[in-house]
């Protein structure tokens, strides 16, 4: 039974930092994709970062720049540093594992987390 935990979000004020964390259990984590999600009130789950075993990373355009996806395969973690923080970005914040080797699409994905709220305050 694959288990992910994030961890991490909170109430902050625009600019502010945050890290997000994952912890993943109950397979082999080293050789599948793992991928950070969010999803605003009444808006669709969006594609925010993906990183590959082999430490590659996508990101979604807008997200370039502000975002930093990083996984540690030995302690089976992957993390989100988001920077800057807007409003905009006030989102409840989900990570996803994949058996692939490259996903960047939500339903590509087989293993979510339940999600932690990220909230940005003006």
């Known amino acids: 039974q694959v288990q992910l935990v994030e961890s991490g979000g909170g109430l902050v004020q625009a600019g502010d930092s945050l890290r997000l964390s994952c912890a993943a259990s109950?397979?082999?984590?080293?050789?599948?994709?793992m991928g950070w999600f969010r999803q605003a009130p009444g808006k669709e789950r969006e594609f925010v970062a993906a990183i590959t075993w082999t430490k590659n990373t996508y990101y979604a355009n807008s997200r370039i720049g502000r975002f930093t996806i990083s996984r540690s395969n030995a302690k089976n973690t992957v993390d989100l540093q988001i920077n800057s923080l807007k409003p905009e970005d006030t989102a409840v914040y989900y990570c996803?594992?994949?058996?692939?080797?490259?996903?960047?699409?939500?339903?590509?994905?087989?293993?979510w987390g339940q999600g932690t709220q990220v909230t940005v305050s003006t």
């Open positions: 996803a594992k994949a058996h692939k080797l490259l996903a960047l699409n939500w339903d590509e994905y087989d293993y």
């Open positions: 109950g397979s082999a984590f080293s050789s599948d994709v």
